[in-house]
């Protein structure tokens, strides 16, 4: 929105490889463990090539720390608020460990070719690769 300042705050490297870096800072409820959160994302791989995105697309939906994010994404958003916005760069090794399947956690793309792109990663020998997402939470459900 354009009410909003942009914060553009340094890169903070997260115990996990994990690094995060807020661009706005949101003024709703601020997501924790066991939050419901949506958020809409812009995804893509370490040389800036598109991968996928929630533009024209429903938000990703999920409960944090219940493994239905992948673990980099899930550990990245904690700490934004509603209507924040935040930079998270994931590290492979973060990312999908569990493949590509409907039953892994997520998001995970839904065509052919985004699939594969990310499976190509995967199988890289690079311990510097990473996966880098542009996140912001539009909705917040602390209980």
């Known amino acids: 929105p354009l009410d909003q300042q942009p914060v553009v705050s340094k890169f903070k490297k997260l115990d996990s490889g994990t690094q995060i870096a807020d661009l706005t800072l949101g003024k709703g409820e601020e997501i924790r463990e066991g939050s419901r959160v949506l958020i809409d994302y812009v995804f893509r791989r370490a040389d800036g090539y598109f991968v996928e995105s929630t533009e024209n697309a429903d938000p990703f939906g999920f409960k944090v720390g219940a493994h239905e994010a992948i673990p980099g994404l899930d ?15 994931v590290p492979i090794a973060n990312s999908f460990t569990c493949g590509l399947s409907d039953t892994c956690p997520g998001p995970i793309p839904k065509d052919f070719g985004p699939k594969r792109q990310i499976e190509r990663q995967m ?9 880098f997402f542009e996140v ?5 459900l602390n209980r």
Do not use: H, L
């Not at 199988?123 to 996966?131: A, E, Q, S």
């Not at 912001?136 to 917040?140: C, F, I, M, R």
């Open 123 to 131: 199988r890289r020998n690079d311990p510097y690769n990473y996966f």
């Open 136 to 140: 912001s939470a539009v909705k917040v």
């Open 75 to 89: 550990e990245g958003i904690r700490g934004m608020k509603q209507g924040g916005t935040r930079r998270i760069v």
